[in-house]
C-alpha cells in the first residue's frame, strides 16, 4: 500500500535542431508535459505527453487546477478508482484533446509509481506476453528542403542496413505523381521484403483525393496508411478501407475507449494506433487494446516506445511499437537518462523497475519552464 503525497508537474520545451515539415504543418520545437506522482515512502513514479509546439501550459493547469489534487493523499494501488475520479472531475473540459492529455500522464505515472514499489519492470507489473523484446519499426521519412526521392531511399536503407524489417515514411503532402516518386524510391532502396508503412498526418479531404493517391501508391505494396483523413471523419476512413486493399490505420490523436469503438464498429481502421499519452493513459489503453481484440484487430502504438514498449509487452494483439531512431525529428529522448535499445528490428525491454528511466536532472532543469516569480521547473500539488 502505498499514499500519494504529492503530484508535480513540468513543462519541458525543446527546440528541433532544424524545421520539420509534415503534410500538414511544420514544427520548430516541441513541449513535453512531464509529471510526477511521489508516495509518503519517497517512491516517484513517472509519466509524460506530448504537449505539441506551444500549449503545454494548458496541461500544466490540467494537473495544477484540475486533477493533481483528486490524488494526494490516497492509495495508489486503488488505480481504476483514481482514474474514474480524475475523468468524472474532467467531464466538462476533458473527455480528449489538452486534458485528456494530462490525465493519461498522471495515470502512467500511478502505474509506475505502484511497479516500482513492486520492484518490477512496468510490463511484468502489468502480466507480460514476452520477456526480452518486442517488434518495431523505424519511422522516418519526413519531408525536409532538399531531400530528393534517391536521398529518401537511402534514409530508409539504411534503418533496414540497422536491423529493421519495418520502416515508414511520410506521404500526403506533394501531388499523387510526387508522391508515387518518392514510395517507387523507397520500395527500391528497402527491397520487396521490408513491411513499408505510409503516414499521411490527416492530409486529405475527401475520398477523390485519397483515391488518386491510393490508385498509384498500391502497387508498391504498402502495410498500411496511416491518418488518410481528420480523425473526425470515420465515415471516409471506412470508405476508403473498402475501396482499398491497403490496411487503414489510425487513432494516434483519438481518445477514450468509446471512440475506439465507434471506429470498429464502422469497420474505419483495420490496425488502431492507440497511444497511452492521449487516450487516457495506460488504464484506457489496456480497455482499448482488449476491446479492439474482441473485433480482431491488432494495435500498433504510435511514437513513444519508452512507454508502449511495455504495453506491446504484455497486450496479446500489439504489435509493431514506433521508434524513432534519432532524436532529429522527435526530441524527448534528451529528457530522460536511459534509451531503449533496438536489436535486429526489436525493441530490447527494460529490466530496471517501472518504465525503466528518470528525468535526466540537468536537462530538466535546461529544458523546464518557469512559472512567473518562480525558480523551480517543477509545479507541486501537494495537501495544505
Ligand atoms: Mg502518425
Given at each position: 500500500m502505498a499514499k500519494i503525497e504529492s503530484v508535480s508537474v513540468c513543462i519541458a520545451r525543446v527546440p528541433l535542431d532544424n524545421a520539420v515539415t509534415f503534410s500538414t504543418r511544420t514544427v520548430t520545437a516541441r513541449e513535453y508535459c512531464l509529471v510526477k506522482v511521489r508516495s509518503v515512502d519517497g517512491v516517484e513514479g513517472l509519466g509524460y505527453c506530448y504537449a505539441v509546439n506551444t500549449s503545454g501550459r494548458l496541461l500544466s493547469v490540467a494537473v495544477t487546477d484540475l486533477l493533481g489534487a483528486r490524488l494526494v493523499?490516497?492509495?495508489?494501488?486503488r488505480v481504476e478508482g483514481l482514474w474514474q475520479e480524475m475523468y468524472q472531475e474532467a467531464l466538462l473540459q476533458g473527455r480528449v484533446g489538452a486534458v485528456m492529455r494530462a490525465l493519461s500522464g498522471i495515470d502512467t505515472a500511478v502505474w509506475d509509481l505502484n511497479a516500482r514499489t513492486a520492484k518490477l519492470p512496468l510490463y511484468k507489473y502489468l502480466g507480460?506476453?514476452?520477456e526480452d523484446r518486442v517488434p518495431a519499426y523505424a519511422s522516418g521519412g519526413y519531408y525536409l528542403p532538399g531531400k530528393t526521392p534517391q536521398k529518401l531511399g537511402e534514409e530508409l536503407a539504411s534503418y533496414v542496413k540497422d536491423g529493421f524489417k519495418a520502416v515508414k515514411m511520410k506521404t500526403g503532402r506533394l501531388s499523387p505523381r510526387e508522391e508515387e516518386d518518392r514510395i517507387r524510391a523507397a520500395r527500391e532502396a528497402i527491397g520487396p521484403d521490408v513491411l513499408l508503412m505510409l503516414d499521411?498526418?490527416?492530409?486529405?479531404?475527401?475520398l477523390p483525393t485519397a483515391l488518386l493517391h491510393m490508385n498509384r501508391l498500391e502497387a508498391y505494396d504498402p502495410h498500411w496508411i496511416e491518418e488518410?483523413?481528420?480523425?473526425?471523419?470515420l465515415d471516409n476512413h471506412a470508405k476508403l478501407a473498402q475501396r482499398t486493399r491497403v490496411t487503414v490505420a489510425t487513432g494516434e490523436i483519438e481518445a477514450g475507449r468509446w471512440r475506439f469503438k465507434e471506429m470498429l464498429d464502422k469497420q474505419a481502421a483495420g490496425i488502431l494506433q492507440t497511444d497511452a499519452t492521449v487516450c487516457g493513459g495506460i488504464s484506457e489503453w489496456r480497455r482499448i487494446a482488449a476491446t479492439a481484440a474482441s473485433y480482431g484487430v491488432t494495435v500498433s502504438p504510435h511514437a513513444w516506445h519508452d512507454v508502449h514498449v511495455h504495453l506491446a509487452a504484455s497486450a496479446p494483439n500489439a504489435r509493431h511499437v514506433e521508434f524513432m531512431p534519432d532524436d532529429h525529428i522527435v526530441n524527448f529522448r534528451r529528457l530522460i537518462d536511459r534509451q531503449i535499445v533496438a536489436k535486429d528490428g526489436d525493441l530490447l525491454l527494460p529490466q530496471?523497475?517501472?518504465?525503466?528511466f528518470e528525468f535526466d536532472k540537468e536537462a530538466v532543469r535546461k529544458y523546464g519552464t518557469r512559472a512567473p516569480?518562480?525558480?523551480?521547473?517543477w509545479q507541486v500539488v501537494r495537501r495544505a
Open positions: 493523499g490516497q492509495e495508489s494501488l507480460a506476453m514476452v499521411a498526418n490527416n492530409a486529405w479531404h475527401d488518410p483523413f481528420s480523425p473526425d471523419d530496471t523497475p517501472g518504465l525503466g516569480g518562480s525558480d523551480d521547473v
